[in-house]
């Protein structure tokens, strides 16, 4: 069973700019969810989606938003990008809400 | 303030000994997850604990989950270096889905 899959693995931004990225849960899973990992903060919880709806929200701006498909597939955008948000950004996928997590390999942002 | 606080922060031990994690929190969990990591990969799910009192062993590996699912440990017998790695530990309230608070981490380090 394929696991978490999360594109690109690597971006490179400039301040203003938007992103988007990408994750597909593991198959049967219908629970996404989506961190932010910083050195200095760890890991922060921005966003849950069930059944195409947010069902949590982190606290964080909101240049920062989601969506899932209905294909459990989500995706996160972040807009209007600064400096400090570039991070690792994880994807967590869930056989239903309040199961256990499996990660992806994340995607490294980078905001230049 | 830091809902789950995960001690000690660093540890950098000679191969073959033994280690305590520690993941303490004043708040009760529905579960508590362990997560390693590498870095600039994202967490690998090592054991999930749901029961106040649960022993859940993973060869070398022993997590106990505090009798009232406030607070939890992971014990390493006989490191090997291999064993290096940042170790989490994740929790999920009742009413928070999928949503997990993370601990700060453990770095952990084995020196061969």
């Known amino acids: 069973k394929a696991g978490v899959t999360q594109t690109p693995r690597y971006l490179i931004k400039t301040r203003g700019q938007q992103v988007t990225l990408s994750c597909s849960p593991i198959?049967?899973?219908?629970?996404v969810s989506w961190y932010q990992q910083t050195p200095g903060q760890g890991l922060q919880f921005l966003f849950e989606?069930?059944?195409?709806?947010?069902?949590n929200k982190g606290n964080f701006p909101g240049r920062f938003s989601g969506r899932q498909f209905s294909n459990s597939r989500s995706e996160m955008n972040v807009s209007t990008l600064e400096l400090g948000d570039s991070a690792l950004y994880l994807c967590?996928?869930?056989?239903?809400?309040?199961?256990?997590?499996?990660f992806g390999q994340g995607t490294r942002l980078t905001v230049v | 303030t830091q809902l789950l606080e995960q001690s000690p922060q660093f540890l950098s031990i000679q191969e073959g000994e033994n280690l305590t994690v520690y993941c303490n929190s004043s708040?009760?969990?529905?579960?508590l997850q362990w997560y390693r990591q590498e870095p600039g990969e994202g967490p690998v799910l090592l054991v999930t604990?749901?029961?106040?009192?649960e022993v859940k062993k993973l060869k070398r590996l022993t997590f106990q989950f505090g009798d009232a699912r406030k607070d939890s440990s992971l014990h390493i017998t006989a490191a090997q270096p291999g064993d290096t790695g940042l170790y989490l530990c994740?929790?999920?309230?009742?009413?928070?889905?999928?949503?997990?608070?993370f601990g700060e981490g453990t770095q952990l380090t084995v020196n061969p």
């Open positions: 967590a996928s869930s056989w239903y809400r309040g199961f256990e997590a499996f």
């Open positions: 198959s049967g899973h219908r629970s």
């Open positions: 989606y069930f059944s195409e709806t947010q069902r």
């Open positions: 708040s009760v969990f529905s579960s």
């Open positions: 604990v749901v029961t106040g009192g």
């Open positions: 994740a929790g999920a309230l009742e009413t928070s889905g999928s949503r997990l608070t």
